[in-house]
């Protein structure tokens, strides 16, 4: 729904929840019906040199695609309004004159997987949701079960596909995890890509790419940590992906990390991407599937063993005050156990 900058005024700011390279985002009140919604603009640097057009692209690329979808597009923040380019001067109190787009979402349950880079400086455990939840999740939800994250990932990227985009660059820092009901909340799908085929110039890009930054970020490379400490680390997120080396590391950490049978069923999986052989998303989500059931298989062994100690050290801190600033509140790790 486009609305008129007057119309902001509807959502009552609260205050900036963070912010990355591209975006500012704000929390915020909607006056008419109580719930809580995200407000969302270029970032204030960009637009102070005149240097957003190009978030401006991808934000009009991302309404464009999720107006057409609508509900149809799953564990994405949904929708609620936005405005054209023009100025806000007025709503954001902050003197800027240039024209901009402004994004209000309903503001996702649960936390990031992974946490922001400044509340890491602050020595937060930024990492440990997606090491609880997504990468080892030595307690399963007891009704959704484990390694549920990436395959809802990949349900994602496959809707945008079916739009004729790939997503790339999804992060768990844009992927929020409600340890209540083991749902995600996408918050920003990331970069939307045209694919190409491969040139003098430029390699191919495709699901493959995907596939890749999936296995990085949401599919356990090696064993639950043994030290709780461990899990406040974030995986895999330091870097550019980089298609050849990427895929060379998770080989060589699948084949010293698992079991002969866990090797079998990654190792498969990886040469495929790498030769960008999978015809179809469903193709590749079975396998995945497959590789998932393996590994819950597999953590069913950690029962009763250190590793479980561990993983109830490192999910206790879950109740620390620093995820208070989410909608989260420790009761919702109850279908955990006792914290």
């Known amino acids: 729904m486009e609305i008129k900058s007057r119309d902001l005024g509807r959502y009552k700011l609260e205050g900036a929840l963070g912010e990355g390279a591209d975006l500012e985002v704000f929390a915020a009140t909607d006056t008419?019906?109580?719930?809580?919604?995200?407000?969302?603009?270029p970032h204030p640097t960009l637009l102070s040199r005149g240097r957003h057009r190009s978030v401006e692209r991808r934000m009009a690329d991302t309404i464009a695609i999720k107006e057409r979808l609508?509900?149809?597009?799953?564990?994405?923040?949904?929708?609620?309004?936005?405005?054209?380019?023009?100025?806000?001067?007025?709503?954001?109190?902050?003197?800027?004159d240039e024209r901009y787009t402004v994004v209000v979402e309903a503001r996702a349950a649960g936390v990031p997987l992974v946490g922001s880079a400044l509340d890491g400086i602050k020595r937060h455990p930024i990492g440990l949701p997606q090491n609880l939840f997504a990468l080892h999740p030595v307690k399963a939800h007891p009704e959704r079960g484990a390694f549920t994250i990436a395959g809802e990932v990949l349900a994602v990227?496959?809707?945008?596909?079916?739009?004729?985009?790939?997503?790339l660059d999804l992060r768990p820092q844009n992927v929020f995890y409600d340890p209540a009901t083991a749902a995600i909340t996408v918050i920003d799908v990331?970069?939307?890509?045209?694919?190409r085929e491969a040139t003098g110039r430029h390699?191919?890009?495709?699901?493959?790419?995907?596939?890749?930054?999936?296995?990085k970020w949401y599919v356990p490379s090696g064993p639950p940590p043994q030290e709780a400490r461990a899990y406040a680390e974030p995986y895999g997120i330091d870097s550019?992906?980089?298609?050849?080396?990427?895929?060379?590391?998770?080989?060589r950490a699948f084949a010293m990390n698992f079991t002969d049978d866990m090797g079998r069923r990654a190792m498969p999986i990886l040469e495929k991407i790498r030769s960008r052989l999978y015809a179809?998303?469903?193709?590749?989500?079975l396998d995945l599937e497959e590789m998932m059931r393996g590994l819950s298989d597999e953590y069913l062994a950690y029962s009763g063993t250190a590793s479980e100690q561990a993983w109830q050290e490192a999910a206790a801190l879950m109740t620390a005050p620093h995820w208070s600033q989410f909608l989260f509140s420790p009761e919702d790790m109850a279908p955990y156990g006792e914290f």
């Open 32 to 41: 008419q019906t109580g719930a809580s919604v995200v407000v969302k603009r």
């Open 70 to 96: 609508g509900l149809a597009l799953p564990h994405v923040a949904p929708l609620l309004a936005h405005t054209a380019q023009e100025p806000h001067a007025d709503y954001f109190g902050d003197g800027t």
């Open 240 to 251: 550019v992906t980089r298609f050849t080396s990427d895929l060379d590391a998770l080989s």
């Open 190 to 195: 990331g970069n939307i890509t045209l694919e």
């Open 280 to 285: 179809t998303v469903g193709e590749f989500r």
């Open 203 to 215: 390699p191919a890009l495709d699901m493959h790419d995907f596939y890749l930054e999936l296995f």
């Open 157 to 167: 990227a496959e809707v945008f596909h079916s739009q004729g985009v790939v997503l």
